[in-house]
């Protein structure tokens, strides 16, 4: 199993600000991605985050809103930035492990005022 | 687009009785994939299903995929307290790179005593 962890676990923010997430796997791992849970909404995918080059970004998410950094096999960081109320939700960190099971962090809760 | 429909969408019963959560689609997966939430955690993976008509048992957790694998179902046996939780279903699509996993709004389970 992959053990993820997530940097803060929650932040109330104002808007116009950013904030960064932090994602943090115990084993080195291959796929990394960042979700978005909204109340009444499923779980959607933001972007796939790639270790040595860009990440690439679903439909409707874009670079400039939600920067990716992948540094290493272990590490990742997701940017809100320029943040709005429609903004708040929970962000999610996952990644697929061994035998192709998929592990999800604790979430970041983000309400942005 | 790819949809997966759950339905229904809240349930609350009472210990002991039985229930049975629905996720249909209209597009066909190579997998799909049932998964827990609980409140303040991310979803965790309780089952994946890959043969059309495969059913899978989890102690008191029957997990069905229809023979087209675009549906599935979930359902549980003399409910208790501790199976209260958001219940997710996901599609598994692409492979490599293209690797995506879409999910449903969830089924909120809230189980009396």
């Known amino acids: 199993s992959a053990v993820i962890s997530q940097k803060p676990s929650r932040d109330i923010c104002q808007r116009g600000t950013s904030l960064t997430i932090q994602c943090q796997v115990d084993?080195?791992?291959?796929?990394m991605f960042w979700y978005r849970q909204q109340p009444g909404q499923s779980l959607t995918l933001i972007a796939t985050a790639n270790q040595g080059s860009e990440a690439t970004y679903e439909s409707g998410f874009v670079i400039d809103k939600f920067p990716i950094s992948r540094p290493n096999l272990t590490f990742s960081t997701l940017t809100v930035s320029n943040m709005s109320p429609e903004d708040s939700s929970i962000y999610l960190c996952?990644?697929?492990?061994?035998?192709?099971?998929?592990?999800f962090g604790p979430g970041t809760r983000l309400l942005v005022l | 687009t790819q949809l997966l429909e759950q339905s229904p969408q809240f349930l609350s019963i009472q210990e002991g009785e039985n229930l049975t959560v629905y996720c249909n689609s209209s597009?066909?997966?190579?997998?799909l994939q049932w998964y827990r939430q609980e409140p303040g955690e991310g979803p965790v993976l309780l089952v994946t299903?890959?043969?059309?008509?495969e059913v899978k048992k989890l102690k008191r957790l029957t997990f069905q995929f229809g023979d087209a694998r675009k549906d599935s179902s979930l359902h549980i046996t003399a409910a208790q307290p501790g199976d209260t939780g958001l219940y997710l279903c996901?599609?598994?699509?692409?492979?490599?790179?293209?690797?995506?996993?879409?999910f449903g709004k969830g089924t909120l389970l809230t189980v009396n005593p």
């Open positions: 996952s990644v697929r492990g061994a035998q192709e099971t998929q592990y």
């Open positions: 299903v890959v043969t059309g008509g």
């Open positions: 597009s066909v997966f190579s997998s």
């Open positions: 996901a599609g598994e699509s692409g492979g490599g790179s293209n690797y995506k996993l879409t």
């Open positions: 084993s080195q791992v291959t796929m």
